[in-house]
């Protein structure tokens, strides 16, 4: 079946500028992660859905990054003002259960001139 | 905080060879799950292995297998009979509940 499927796969933004990074689960999945993964790191933690809900936002850096996932299928990570610091390769991974095992979707690498 | 580390940014093998890649972690837990992910450069995250920290049997897939040691808190990858499609970055990561760590990763060469 379809993997965990993230849009774009690149993008180049403007200093100041919105962005807004789409993640499609796999289905049926009720947990999803959104990690961040900077140049010659391994994924970092940002926030973790148990359906609709963030269960765990404690790995936002601040207030500029916020995520939401009305349906409980599809998430988007949206975030402000981007810095040139945002640049990363930003990863989604869901589960079947909150505690299952994660699959990864092949990330967006987010390029802020 | 739980942390890993990958100690070796850097490793290569010959093929055919045998290689095996260094994971250190922290925590305070005694229920956690541990894993190695590859990273190819497609980036898409591959499970290669898990290990439950309850187990004592070190967990083995095909020609991948780990050696843990739970009071050490020591976790290594071992890649039997080394084939060019091995290489990428690999991850060590540490996951208790919802709280999945990862470490910064090791780049396996696979020479021919």
């Known amino acids: 079946g379809a993997g965990v499927s993230q849009t774009p796969s690149n993008k180049v933004t403007e200093k100041g500028k919105y962005v807004e990074l789409r993640c499609d689960p796999i289905?049926?999945?009720?947990?999803l992660y959104w990690y961040r993964q900077s140049l010659g790191q391994g994924p970092e933690f940002l926030i973790y859905?148990?359906?609709?809900?963030?269960?765990?936002d404690s790995g936002l850096p601040n207030d500029r990054f916020f995520a939401v996932r009305p349906e409980g299928s599809v998430s988007t990570l949206k975030i402000q003002r981007t810095e040139r610091g945002d640049s990363a390769v930003y990863l989604c991974?869901?589960?079947?259960?909150?505690?299952?095992?994660?699959?990864f979707g092949p990330g967006t690498r987010l390029t802020v001139t | 905080a739980q942390t890993v580390t990958q100690s070796q940014p850097e490793m290569s093998v010959q093929e055919a060879e045998t290689v095996t890649l260094s994971c250190t972690y922290d925590?305070?837990?005694?229920?956690?799950?541990l894993f190695w992910y590859k990273q190819p450069p497609s980036r898409q995250m591959i499970l290669v292995i898990r290990?439950?920290?309850?187990?004592?049997q070190n967990a083995t897939e095909n020609r991948f297998s780990v050696n843990f040691q739970k009071a050490a808190k020591s976790f290594s990858l071992k890649i039997s009979d080394s084939q060019l499609g091995d290489a990428a970055m690999y991850f060590c990561?540490?996951?208790?509940?919802?709280?999945?760590?990862f470490g910064a990763g090791t780049r396996l060469t696979v020479k021919p």
């Open positions: 991974a869901s589960s079947l259960v909150g505690e299952g095992e994660q699959y």
């Open positions: 289905s049926g999945h009720t947990a």
């Open positions: 859905f148990q359906g609709t809900g963030a269960a765990d």
């Open positions: 925590t305070s837990e005694s229920d956690y799950y």
């Open positions: 290990q439950e920290a309850y187990k004592q």
């Open positions: 990561a540490y996951r208790n509940y919802n709280d999945m760590r």
